[in-house]
């Protein structure tokens, strides 16, 4: 067939452009084809808004079969419900975490009784924190006990928890008769009592109240010192008053686990020779019930530095021993004349420290610290001892040595000036900019800084709740942990929920912004996290880790740190971990082989940050119950 218009046939055009072809390089036009296919379902994609599952390319080149979610939450099951799967892993893990013995299910790593034994037990030296070497890390899994219930949503909490999740009866037999806690078949109660308040925690507080405003604001943080099972703190929280109880490990079993399975903020911790963990002017009141304390040895130290947390204007409540020694002595089984001594020697530090003392009402006492030290450093010239310190750092406060100085608080210009500056009352002082910062302190921190900051956490935590719906859920958690808090904003955000969050400024952060939190009416500590924290396991409903990994890179090792957290979190408890892509993708290498669920999610302002979230839950598993027969034929 001829073509018309006098054209050649198809098959001499054929032969007269071979050579053509030949010279023609198909290789970009076939990667440009490929890249505008590429780009034109990236397109649609992004218009339809789906949820889609891509294979992670990292920094060096290599891909990897992680699965990331973009455009849509991960499909994570976040509700309590124990149902035990097992992760079904995308990335092959490199090695699989074992189940510790069950021996080990409430192991506190650097408050372990065996270890202590090796420290002197002078001044309680013993109690304090002893963390393991390296080579004595666990590198397994701590199982929840045989029988482990997720406990009871706020506020039930608060007065029940399950025998099963922390089975010790010695403090129902030791304090049977103060109220404390008692047994109800599978439950424990929780009465309210305590040593010095047998009519309940909320009437001895109606007691405090008659004495110093609890009702006006002015009082947002307290410090429980020897909490026992933290009732005081429990019942202050029903009046925007947020407590930080600790006691140490001791002879009473697990009365700081029984304060957390009730969800009420609460550590392990001692007063023997380090400050405790908290910057200078934390707290609004400090308390003491028979807390056992010897307040008035050591030359007053212990006082001293309740003085250094306590801020300017703050209270210090004593009950119990020595108070109200003329009618209680012979209950004590303690002479008059020992009695009357011991209170002498508190009320004499407590001069020297120049506190106020305020009433002493049956058996309670309340001391004020002074707003500013302007007549304090005046009588240094009559009071000798103890003399202000000298170029301490008044915030230093991990592994840091007890003195017996007084802390000198920030000068003032005149006799009414509150040093530091006077704190708005609750709830302004939650979003109000905080003294430090308004003075220049930390380095670098503006006004406007903090309050950008504020906003961002406002929009990042919206953005965790269409991630994991859970979040917005009544009752799903309580105790959260914040392990790179920087001004507390994660804390702030989340403060209209049925939640507190301890916020932890790390010990490797550049800045030291734990002063910044407790101006703003929140709670927290320093902490290093490659060691343990001073807990039990299980503690926490959901972890936050902010960069936390970044920041501790070439410090310790991500499987101590992630074995860490995997022992303070709950079964079916929540992690959200927010890094650089690259981190994430190692992280979760290492946690598909710690029973943990996970996902990695876009960042709140799309798939193209590098930054992103790892989202887990971890899966509901215990130890093997020892009265049943199990699979094997073992007991």
């Known amino acids: 067939m001829r073509m018309g218009g006098g054209a050649k046939p198809y098959s001499d055009v054929w032969k007269l452009c071979q050579p053509c072809w030949k010279r023609i390089n198909f290789v970009p036009l076939v990667l440009v084809a490929m890249l505008c296919s590429a780009s034109y379902l990236l397109g ?57 013995d069950a021996k080990y299910s409430e192991y506190t790593p650097c408050e372990d009784r065996d270890r202590s034994l090796r420290f002197d037990r002078d ?66 109660l929780f009465p309210g009592g305590g040593t010095m308040f047998p009519d309940g925690a909320d009437a001895y507080i109606d007691d405090i109240d008659r004495l110093i405003p609890l009702r006006d604001g002015s009082v947002r943080t307290a410090i429980d010192t020897g909490c026992g099972v933290a009732s005081w703190g429990a019942y202050l929280i029903s009046r925007n008053i947020l407590t930080m109880s600790f006691a140490p490990r001791d002879s009473h079993e697990a009365q700081v686990q029984f304060a957390l399975e009730r969800g009420v903020p ?56 020595p108070i109200n020694w003329k009618r209680q002595w012979k209950g004590w089984k303690r002479t008059e004349a020992d009695l009357s001594a011991e209170q002498s020697a508190i009320e004499a530090v407590a001069r020297s420290l120049c506190w ?6 049956g058996d309670i006492a309340v001391w004020q610290k002074p707003t500013n030290h302007i007549h304090c450093k005046a009588s240094r010239k009559v009071i000798k001892s103890p003399q ?10 991990w592994y840091t040595k007890m003195e017996t100085c007084i802390t000198p608080l920030p000068e003032v210009t005149g006799i009414r000036e509150v040093a530091g500056g006077e704190l708005k009352k609750w709830p302004e002082r939650l979003t109000a900019v905080p003294p430090r910062i308004a003075s220049g302190s930390p380095d670098g921190v503006t006004p406007e800084t903090f309050r950008q900051d504020t906003e961002l956490w406002k929009k990042r935590l919206g953005y965790y709740r269409t991630v994991i719906n859970q979040l917005g859920q009544k009752g799903r958690y309580r105790n959260l942990l914040d392990m790179n808090a920087k001004f507390g904003g994660f804390a702030a955000a989340l403060i209209d929920d049925p939640v507190w969050v301890m916020n932890v400024v790390p010990t490797a952060a550049n800045t030291n912004t734990l002063g910044v939190i407790y ?32 920041l501790y890179k070439g410090r310790c ?15 079916e408890g929540t992690v959200i971990v927010r890094d650089d892509v690259d981190v994430l993708l190692k992280i979760k ?19 193209h940050q590098r930054e992103k979230l790892l989202v887990v839950v971890k899966t509901y598993w215990t130890a093997p119950d020892q009265n049943q027969e199990q699979p094997n034929g073992s007991a």
């Open 557 to 571: 090792e991500m499987e101590d740190i992630l074995l860490e957290m995997d022992r303070i979190l709950r079964p």
């Open 44 to 100: 649609i994609w992004q218009h339809i808004g789906g949820a889609t599952v891509l294979t992670a390319i990292s920094c060096d080149g290599k891909a990897t079969d992680a699965s990331i979610v973009v455009g849509g939450a991960p499909t994570l099951d976040f509700a309590a419900h124990h149902a035990a799967d097992e992760s079904d892993a995308a990335i092959p893990a490199a090695r699989e975490f074992t189940a510790c």
């Open 519 to 550: 101006e703003r009416g929140l709670i927290g500590t320093y902490q290093d996290w490659c060691e343990a924290m001073s807990t039990y396991p299980r503690t926490y409903d959901l972890l936050h880790a902010d960069w936390v990994f970044s």
């Open 123 to 188: 001044r309680l030296i013993y109690r304090e924190r002893h963390c393991p070497e390296k080579g004595e890390l666990l590198k397994c899994l701590v199982p929840a006990p045989a029988g482990y219930r997720n406990p009871f949503p706020w506020p039930a909490s608060r007065d029940a928890s399950w025998f099963a999740n922390v089975p010790h009866k010695e403090l129902t037999v030791e304090k049977a008769v103060q109220n404390w806690i008692r047994v109800d078949r599978d439950k424990f």
């Open 356 to 361: 106020k003392k305020l009433r002493e009402k």
């Open 589 to 607: 290498s290492v946690t598909d082989g710690m029973r943990w669920d996970s996902q990695i999610a876009d960042h709140e302002d799309g798939p």
């Open 388 to 397: 202000f310190c000298q170029g301490q750092n008044p915030d230093a406060a």
């Open 266 to 321: 609460a550590m392990i911790g001692v007063l023997a020779s380090n400050r405790l963990p908290y910057p200078s002017r934390a707290f609004d009141m400090a308390h003491c019930s028979r807390c056992l304390i010897p307040w008035h040895l050591y030359d007053g130290q212990y006082l001293i530095e309740v003085d250094r947390v306590l801020r300017p204007g703050g209270y210090w409540i004593l009950s119990g021993p």
